[in-house]
């Protein structure tokens, strides 16, 4: 790919976090000019220019708007809007103003970004929640992934970097090739170094970065016990005794009152009428029983020369009433509840090493259809289910709860004192902070994985809540596409020990290069098959294969031309591909 032109203008097209945040990547590249074309607003219009970007106002659909910004010139664009309609129509609108130009669009619809990006030449199209999904779902599996992916393309299995201590027999002590045919992953860095020796042994406590398949992830994965800290059995039964007090504590004080209050009054009075009657006390509770009840068998009557008796006696009759009455109304109550929350899909959970996940909207899907792959249960709260998630429940297998995860009687259904995880994707943000510190109280050892929209408030929440596997959708999103500007391979940014790699998928074409560049890091191969596997070069492999590979940004930015030739072939191969793909979808 060719070094691009000295000030080439960047096009965003957007009005939300997701376009402040592409806006400040693209800030990040050398010899560019970044412009956000949206509507007039002076708060969003501050924002922008707080990333390092100007604000164009205008419609970005018309061709004034995108005139003003500077299309005819500029190098690409960048249509990520909410709607997808808007997004297409403003890039066809931009191409047309300027044939060379390179589109990016967001498209919900993961069907349709499939086929724009397979006949639209010069064009990446990316669906954020299926992209962000990956990452929501490797974090619920295994808390120790920070960042999740699918490789090769987006039906691939799902994958993912995770860090890992060595700390057992396995990895302490062992050569790094033992250790990654052991864990089944690739190892990426060693106490943050990249270059790792492979005639040197891992040392005790050195903190591995590694990136493998999700499900072999899962068999290294720390637990959430570790077994040299497994509490002793005095410790669970303090443990078991705590949980069931905090059972006593959610009873209805109301229901409480009235047996405390009936068992009192019972038992007073058979020891009352046990010492007036001179008789044992199963026959005086016999005719306290009989007498609250207002059954009356006559067998046994008070002394009507006593009137404390009759008095007594007459009082037991009144309140008798009253309390059976009062039983009837709790009974009704509970049954009346019971059917509500059979009607409304709500029950309670039974299953154990569940995953809990709170709102089923486009993000909430893309992990639902991800997870079962990995053999893990699953348990989904959705307020308001439509007929294709019921549908998708009842073929898949999982429990689908109709109800409000905030509510703490809809939480205290899904078992989560046994659950795996949970993860909190509903589209309000503190309605997700609310299910997440719900869950705390529930399971205070239970990962939690949290979406809040904007970065800045996903970063005061993880800090000042300790929930620190807390992600922004627009965080997440920002690199890829930012990097889809420049490759259609793109895959986003990881960083770690203070260093920050682009994460690319290439395909092998003829004349790529099968030395990789200082600081590029091979990781992976596959075909559209569906075979994976992991690597160390890429020597050998065959044209058409599809690598991941890490770039470290640093002698990307450093010494871009080794990674800008690697590049172009890849693209050539990726336009190869697609062409394929194509041709195989209209029957050529």
Request: hydrophobic residues 45%; charged residues 20%; glycine residues 8%.
């Amino acid at each position: 790919m060719p070094s691009p032109a000295r000030d080439a203008t960047m096009i965003v097209v957007g009005g939300d976090q997701l376009a402040l945040s592409t806006a400040r990547e693209l800030g990040l590249l050398p010899g560019h000019r970044v412009v956000v074309l949206w509507q007039a607003d002076a708060d969003f219009e501050r924002a922008v220019e707080s990333v390092g970007a100007a604000l164009i106002t205008g419609r970005p659909e018309s061709r004034e708007g995108l005139e003003a910004a500077g299309v005819r010139d500029a190098a690409t664009i960048l249509a990520l809007s909410h709607n997808d309609q808007l997004n297409l129509q403003t890039a066809l609108r931009a191409r047309d103003a300027n044939p060379k130009i390179r589109i990016v669009l967001r498209q919900f619809n993961r069907t349709l970004a499939a086929k724009i990006e397979q006949n639209l030449s010069n064009c990446s199209v990316l669906s954020l929640a299926w992209h962000s999904a990956a990452t929501y779902a490797a974090v619920a599996l295994d808390p120790s992934c920070f960042r999740g992916l699918q490789f090769p393309g987006p039906e691939g299995p799902l994958t993912g970097f995770a860090v890992r201590v060595a700390d057992s027999d396995d990895v302490a002590g062992r050569m790094p090739a033992e250790v990654e045919r052991a864990l089944g992953v690739r190892l990426v860095a060693v106490d943050g170094e990249t270059q790792i020796r492979r005639d040197a042994p891992i040392a005790p406590g050195a903190r591995l970065i590694v990136y493998g398949a999700l499900d072999r992830l899962q068999e290294s994965a720390p637990r959430q016990v570790p077994p040299e800290h497994r509490p002793s059995w005095w410790r669970r039964m303090r443990g078991l005794l705590r949980r069931r007090r905090s059972r006593l504590h959610r009873v209805d004080p109301y229901i409480a009152g009235f047996i405390v209050t009936v068992v009192l009054l019972f038992a007073l009075s058979t020891w009352y009428f046990s010492n007036s009657f001179q008789s044992d006390w199963l026959t005086a509770a016999y005719f306290v029983m009989s007498t609250m009840t207002t059954t009356g068998f006559g067998d046994i009557a008070p002394d009507h020369s006593r009137s404390l008796d009759l008095v007594v006696a007459m009082v037991l009759m009144l309140l008798g009433t009253v309390f059976t009455g009062l039983f009837i109304v709790f009974a009704a109550a509970r049954l009346t509840h019971g059917q509500w929350v059979r009607m409304q899909g709500l029950r309670p959970i039974s299953r154990r090493g569940h995953i809990v996940i709170c709102g089923a909207g486009s993000i909430g899907t893309g992990v639902i259809d991800r997870l079962p792959e990995l053999d893990k249960a699953l348990v989904v709260v959705e307020q308001r289910p439509d007929a294709s998630l019921i549908e998708r429940a009842r073929d898949r297998g999982f429990d689908l709860l109709t109800g409000d995860a905030s509510r703490d009687d809809t939480l205290d259904l899904c078992n989560l004192r046994a659950a795996h995880s949970l993860i909190a994707l509903t589209n309000v943000d503190t309605l997700n902070l609310e299910v997440a510190l719900g869950a705390r109280v529930r399971n205070p050892d239970m990962p939690i994985v949290l979406r809040i929209a904007e970065a800045t408030f996903a970063a005061s929440i993880a800090q000042h809540f300790q929930l620190e596997t807390t992600y922004s959708v627009a965080a997440l999103a920002g690199p890829v596409f930012a990097g889809l500007s420049q490759v259609s391979g793109a895959r986003g940014r990881i960083a770690f020990d203070e260093r920050e790699f682009g994460v690319v998928e290439l395909v092998l074409a003829e004349d790529t290069p099968r030395q990789v560049p200082p600081g590029a890091i091979p990781l992976a191969a596959g075909t559209e098959d569906g075979d994976f596997r992991l690597i160390r070069d890429i020597a050998g492999l065959f044209p058409g294969t599809r690598v991941l590979m890490l770039a470290a940004l640093a002698e990307v930015r450093a010494d871009p031309e080794p990674f800008l030739r690697m590049a172009e072939a890849g693209e050539n191969g990726l336009r190869a591909s697609a062409q394929t793909a194509s041709s195989h979808q209209i029957g050529v």
